[in-house]
């Protein structure tokens, strides 16, 4: 499975942006997805996941203005991004995790920059 994110960007506090990652194949019937950011000197950490089931769950510093979903009949994976901050600055990541094999497999990153 090859993932890649798209959309990252500078964008101003209070502003939004859209990432996008395309699934090289058909996976969300078989793979958990999400979106993964990590900033620098920092780990990397969950932001929102979207299970196979169409269950969302958030980053508490995201609940209220990140939105997870996909588009089954494209093979993508959103993220909508409103109210940005600078501390969502980071490299974006999306993911997906095999419930068969356990194996994860990622994209190769999007950055987001937030600054006036």
């Known amino acids: 499975v090859q993932l890649q994110a798209s959309g990252g960007g500078l964008v101003q506090p209070g502003g939004s942006l859209r990432l996008s990652c395309a699934a090289s194949?058909?996976?969300?019937?078989?793979?958990?997805m999400g979106w993964y950011r990590q900033a620098p000197e920092k780990q990397r950490e969950l932001v929102a996941g979207?299970?196979?089931?169409?269950?969302?769950n958030y980053n508490d510093a995201v609940k209220g203005r990140f939105t997870i979903s996909r588009d089954s009949s494209q093979n993508m994976l959103y993220l909508q991004m409103n109210s940005l901050e600078p501390a969502d600055t980071a490299i974006y990541y999306c993911?997906?995790?095999?419930?068969?094999?356990?194996?994860?497999?990622w994209g190769q990153g999007t950055k987001v920059t937030v600054s006036s």
């Open positions: 979207i299970a196979i089931g169409g269950n969302t």
């Open positions: 993911s997906a995790h095999s419930v068969i094999t356990g194996r994860s497999f």
């Open positions: 194949e058909s996976i969300f019937n078989i793979m958990n």
